[in-house]
């Protein structure tokens, strides 16, 4: 949710988390102070991080609104690097965190934390997200450290050349070991996407990699990049990921979906690639797979 409204002549010259509260009094001021603290709050559409910024009449003043439990910071180190060169680094994503910034939060955002790193180590160059996990997903992201790194992956992944291989568990048991769907996804709705005529081409191969009790491990190779895809695909056949109720998944901790892999051929053609644990919850449900990788 996200509160929305203008500064009058009562709250010019107040500090900003001051004259939140007169605006916004069924918000504590401890509570607009995270807001403010974790890149939820815009000025006239400019994020503000400064809770003693003095307003002015006019200002509009925009809140996001997000569950204090979801405050959870995020710091990478070195040594939690999945890989790191002079062009790039890639990175362990847990499930539950956002990829990049959102309206209602900037810090405890992978972005945000692989800046925090970049700026550690002395670069200057801001961290770029040229591609994404959704929240619930886990596994590799790679990030460029450079504009001509940011130019290189960018043009790979538009074109098909980085190869990606995901995880998912699901409830049921496919007849075939192998299969690929080849069906174009629109978006529904807001936060829905579906197979339909007149989407954009979509395309994955798909095998099983592992079995237990109810549960069956999916090696998952998405062709093309759309959103959802992979958890698109496999509900239109039947097969929700557990965990990915907005797709018809039974309950789970989490979304059982998690990008094991991605490799790609660099500068001078040398082949870079970053692999990725399974976390407990995934591993919990079907140990076959853990003990694979």
């Known amino acids: ?46 994020l503000v991080r400064v809770a003693s910024r003095t307003l002015k009449e006019g200002d509009e003043i925009a809140l996001g609104i997000m569950d204090a439990e979801r405050c959870i910071d995020l710091v990478y180190t070195k040594q939690e690097l999945l890989y790191e060169d002079k062009d790039f680094l890639a990175i362990y994503k847990a499930a539950g965190f956002n990829s990049q910034r959102t309206p209602y939060q900037l810090k405890g955002t992978v972005e945000y934390a692989v800046d925090s ?21 886990s596994g590799v992201m790679f990030f460029p450290k450079h504009k001509q790194a940011a130019t290189m992956i960018s043009d790979l992944l538009k074109n098909g050349r980085v190869e990606k291989t ?29 197979v339909a005529q ?43 990921i557990i965990g990915d109720e907005s797709y018809g998944g039974v309950p789970a901790a989490r979304m059982m979906l998690h990008c094991r892999s991605m490799r790609f051929t660099g500068a001078r053609g040398k082949l870079i690639e970053a692999l990725a644990p399974t976390d407990a919850a995934f591993s919990a449900i079907c140990p076959v797979i853990a003990e694979g990788g």
Not at 117 to 134: E, F, N, Q, W
Not at 168 to 193: G, H, T
Not at 213 to 239: D, M, N
């Open 117 to 137: 790193y970049m700026k550690s180590i002395g670069l200057k160059d801001p961290a770029r997200v040229v591609h994404r996990l959704d929240r619930g997903t």
């Open 198 to 240: 007149n989407g954009k081409p979509a395309r994955t191969l798909f095998r099983v990699i592992g079995e237990g009790p109810g549960v069956t491990a999916i090696e998952a190779r998405p062709l093309t990049g759309r959103t959802h895809q992979i958890r698109v695909h496999l509900a239109q056949g039947g097969f929700p």
């Open 1 to 46: 949710m996200i509160l929305a409204a203008r500064a009058d002549a009562e709250q010019a010259g107040m500090r900003l988390d001051d004259g939140a509260k007169a605006i916004f009094p069924q918000l504590s001021k401890g509570e607009i102070r995270r807001i403010i603290d974790w890149g939820g709050c815009n000025i006239s559409q400019t």
């Open 166 to 194: 995901y995880w998912a568990l699901i409830s049921a048991a496919p007849d075939e070991l192998e299969w690929s769907v080849n069906a174009p996804i629109a978006k529904l709705s807001k936060f829905r996407y579906g």
